[in-house]
């Protein structure tokens, strides 16, 4: 009988990652990896290290040490910054731009994923109404709502979601939610912080918990 096919490389495996900053190291090394159609819950404090951990998987980062591969392809941080999607906590907004207009650039910079729309995405973000409005005039939740469009309109299959819930109501943390899930069904991964694991998607998910290292005298 022939052998059975190899398993597929996890989406993304991460080995001895560790940031320091002035010499005192925040995290790691750490080794995980997610595969696709799973999550992974980053949980930790206030200063933990989780928003760096991502910005550092996203590429925005210089200084990580350790090796991050995507599809088993060892990807340096350059290169990861154009197969990730990053929502931080600033959504990246042009201010005095439209709903439209600010998807239109932000498409134009990172790329958009086949087959959706940059109006059908507003509108599943629930901002039907709001396409001409500038970001100036939206409030902190539309503003998050504008970032989770721009994010249903990215082709990255791994998503770096960092606090995705911030700001939003109940309805917008279950749009965040039903987003995962679907993410996940099409063969995405996604890496979710959180300061607990109270709003975690209904999705395969993993636990990967970051301790603060050290508290100032
Ligand atoms: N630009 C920076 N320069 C210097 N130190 C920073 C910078 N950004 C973050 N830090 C420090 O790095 C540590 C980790 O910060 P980080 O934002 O990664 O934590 P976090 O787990 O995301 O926290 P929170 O839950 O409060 O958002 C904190 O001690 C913070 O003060």
């Known amino acids: 009988m022939p052998d059975a096919p190899p398993a597929p ?19 790691g ?47 340096a941080a350059a290169a990861r910054a154009g197969q990730v999607a990053y929502l931080g906590h600033l959504p990246g907004l042009k201010a005095d731009l439209g709903a439209v207009e600010n998807l239109e650039y932000l498409c134009g910079l990172l790329g958009r994923r086949a087959g959706v729309d940059i109006v059908q995405a507003l509108g599943i973000a629930g901002l039907a109404g709001y396409e001409d409005t500038p970001a100036r005039n939206l409030s902190a939740g539309q503003r998050r709502r504008l970032a989770l469009a721009r994010l249903w309109l ?8 960092d606090e995705p819930y911030a700001n939003l109501d109940l309805p917008g943390i279950e749009l965040v939610n039903r987003m995962v899930r679907a993410h ?16 975690a998607p209904p999705v395969r998910t993993r636990l990967l918990v970051l301790e603060r290292r050290e508290d100032p005298a």
């Open 154 to 161: 990215s082709p990255a299959e791994l998503w770096l979601l």
């Open 29 to 75: 090394p750490l080794d995980f990896s997610v595969e696709a159609g799973e999550a992974l819950l980053v949980q930790g404090g206030n200063g933990a290290g989780k928003t760096t951990l991502l910005r550092a998987l996203a590429g925005l980062l210089d200084g990580a040490t350790g090796e991050v591969r995507l599809h088993g392809v060892a990807a």
């Open 9 to 27: 490389a996890p989406l993304i495996d991460v080995r001895g990652l560790g940031f320091a900053r002035d010499d005192v190291p925040l995290f």
């Open 184 to 199: 996940l069904d099409a063969g995405g991964a996604a890496l979710v912080t959180t300061h607990g694991a109270y709003a």
